[in-house]
């Protein structure tokens, strides 16, 4: 390497460090868990809740000895991940000093397991809407196994649990993760009832605050999204109220779609047509359809 070149690299050195940054993970702070192990806890805990459909090899499911390796070995790794989060935020003052980073971790972990039964029974509701609401699909396997709208919502599943706890990191990857193998964002804090289904997936947004009901069904393209961002006096963006709309039971909404606001409900039995702009409520069994001129 030439001269030149080195000493550029020995001043960028220096300036790179980073010394006084608010996202540092380093030996001399705490070491965040790394995105690739995050995912890889993902893809176990689907595994368990699809047993014998993700992974390569067959199970016995009369072995509950392998059965409980694998859930241990999973709860282990949630664990260890929540824990260096919880002590990361003490470092970035969204946690008190002195906070139990460990017990906290054991705790969130046990929820999201006490509610696994809760959480594969309503993915069985979505591989049956899926199935039942696509003509195209032959069988409750092929939705599990190719479905990117099945693999977008059982992840949201799971993250929701999490985000509920308070732990928002995990999550936040876990759907990012979904987002870049199905083009299907849904942010983790959004609330989503049981039997969606969401037919062929690519760029659906379903936003943080959204509440969405029993038997809904979306198509490609639609967005459930903020109206607009509010500031407080300094300019900066005000977090943790409600900007995405609600979406009532068995409502229907068809491909780009876009429906914005915190204030906005889709009444329960409605159904929106394709390319429609909605920034306000319509009432049950509502027909709204996208018309030019």
Not at 9 to 23: E, K, Q, S, T
Not at 52 to 57: N, R, V
Not at 137 to 151: D, I, K, T, W
């Amino acid at each position: 390497m030439d001269a030149e070149t080195e000493a550029l690299i020995d001043g960028l050195a220096g300036r790179l460090v980073c010394r006084n940054c608010p996202a540092m993970n380093t030996r001399r702070g705490v070491n965040l868990p790394g995105r690739r192990a995050m995912v890889a806890t993902l893809r176990a805990l689907l595994s368990a809740l699809f047993p014998g459909c993700l992974t390569y090899g067959p199970i016995d499911h009369e072995d509950l000895g392998a059965v409980r390796a694998r859930l241990r070995a999973i709860a282990a790794a949630l664990t260890d991940q929540i824990a260096r989060i919880e002590a990361y935020r003490v470092l970035e003052h969204s946690r008190p000093a002195g906070h139990d980073a460990a017990g906290r971790a054991a705790a969130v972990t046990r929820t999201l397991f006490a509610r696994l039964p809760e959480i594969r029974a309503l993915l069985q509701d979505d591989v049956l809407a899926a199935y039942e609401g696509d003509p195209a699909a032959h069988s409750n396997m092929e939705v599990v196994m190719s479905y990117p709208g099945l693999l977008a919502v059982a992840t949201h599943r799971v993250a929701h649990v999490l985000y509920e706890e308070d732990v928002h990191l995990l999550p936040r990857v876990w759907s990012e993760y979904a987002h870049s193998r199905t083009g299907i964002d849904i942010h983790p804090g959004a609330s989503i009832g049981r039997g969606f289904f969401i037919d062929h997936g690519t760029g659906v947004v379903i936003g943080e605050t959204c509440v969405i009901g029993q038997h809904v069904k979306l198509y490609q393209g639609v967005t459930l999204g903020a109206r607009s961002f509010q500031k407080d006096e300094a300019g900066r963006l005000v977090k943790g109220i409600k900007r995405h709309p609600n979406v009532e039971d068995d409502v229907i909404i068809y491909a780009n779609a876009t429906i914005l606001g915190g204030d906005t409900v889709i009444g329960k039995g409605s159904v929106i047509g394709g390319n429609v702009w909605l920034a306000h409520s319509v009432p049950p069994g509502s027909r709204i359809f996208y018309k030019e001129g």
